[in-house]
């Protein structure tokens, strides 16, 4: 795809390649939670939402930023 361009000048301000590792282990933390809570109440259990068993700027990447094309025409690249 040659001619394939983003529509919206926005890129992650990053030195990471990937989320994924930090995603999984957000997870795996926000169930083992609710596992807990499950394993514990006895009428109705209150689960815990995602931002109370983590920070998504505990991640690698943090956050994005929009950027001029007209400076950055690769950046529009896919």
Do not use: Y
């Amino acid at each position: 795809m040659s001619g394939s361009r983003k529509k919206t000048p926005v890129a992650a301000i990053t030195t990471a390649t990937s989320e994924k590792a930090d995603k999984r282990f957000a997870n795996r933390r926000h169930r083992h939670a609710n596992r807990q809570i499950l394993k514990t109440a006895e009428d109705d259990p209150k689960f815990l939402d995602r931002r109370q068993t983590g920070d998504p700027w505990d991640m690698a990447k943090d956050g994005k930023a929009r950027f001029d094309p007209a400076e950055r025409p690769k950046r529009m690249r896919k």
